[in-house]
């Protein structure tokens, strides 16, 4: 199956910085990624969906200038957690479309994660 | 909000078959079935879909009623490494913003030797 690979795979930091997640899809095109975020003991929950070349579009509650998304190529989006404080630590996890799938393959595959402790 | 609904958690014996449920009553003509799984820290890894006919693949298979209400994933022999949640989840296939895929709170299924 398709590849899509997350770095860094772990980041601590302190409060009030800025951290950036890198989501690549390795070995096709992705016109649209999508950021998650899971609690531990939680299920995932959809942040913002990314297209190539455009403005992310975020779910009801994610605050946009807070979590800034960028989908600058077909291979690439990262997000970038503005001013992070403890709250936000979490497993923030990419998920990559491929564009060229046929209907009878999936066509949407997931990174590995990144977890974010925030001190 | 997901249009789903498992049971929160199953055991299975190791060596023998899962069967994992799901409802989805309110599904459309045009939405898939998806099923992916989480292993503990891991990103979701894709297992299968469908729309109205079974499906198999090297993972599992995957069982759709007639009226497409209720699905059953079978993993024909589990293993421990089979352990993890699983989600089932239902979307139109698109691209841009269309079909998102929206995850329940999936089931987590427990195999044991």
């Known amino acids: 199956g398709a590849v899509v690979s997350q770095h860094p795979s772990r980041v601590i930091c302190k409060s009030g910085t800025s951290v950036k997640i890198e989501c690549r899809s390795l070995?096709?095109?992705?016109?649209?990624m999508f950021w998650y975020r899971q609690f531990p003991k939680k299920s995932l929950m959809l942040m913002a969906t990314?297209?190539?070349?455009?403005?992310?579009?975020?779910e009801q509650g994610v605050e946009k200038d807070k979590f800034l998304i960028n989908h600058a190529s077909l291979t690439l989006s990262t997000l970038t957690v503005t001013s992070a404080h403890p709250e936000d630590s979490s497993f923030y996890i990419c998920?990559?479309?491929?564009?060229?799938?046929?209907?009878?393959?999936?066509?949407?595959?997931f990174g590995p994660g990144t977890r974010l402790t925030v001190l | 909000d997901a249009k789903t609904t498992q049971p929160p958690s199953m055991d299975c014996a190791e060596g023998r078959a899962a069967n994992l449920p799901c409802n989805h009553s309110?599904?459309?003509?045009?939405?898939?079935v998806y099923w992916y799984r989480q292993i503990h820290s891991q990103g979701p890894q894709y297992i299968i879909h469908?729309?109205?006919n079974n499906e198999t693949n090297e993972m599992a298979s995957l069982i759709i009623t007639e009226d497409r209400k209720s699905s059953t994933l079978i993993l024909p022999h589990a293993t421990l490494r089979d352990t993890a949640v699983y989600y089932c989840?239902?979307?139109?296939?698109?691209?841009?913003?269309?079909?998102?895929?929206?995850f329940g709170q999936g089931t987590t299924l427990q195999v044991k030797p």
């Open positions: 998920s990559a479309r491929d564009l060229f799938a046929g209907s009878s393959y999936n066509e949407q595959f």
């Open positions: 070995d096709f095109q992705a016109t649209t």
């Open positions: 990314s297209n190539e070349g455009s403005k992310a579009t975020y």
């Open positions: 309110t599904i459309s003509g045009n939405e898939y």
């Open positions: 469908g729309l109205k």
């Open positions: 989840i239902v979307r139109v296939k698109g691209s841009g913003n269309t079909g998102k895929l929206i």
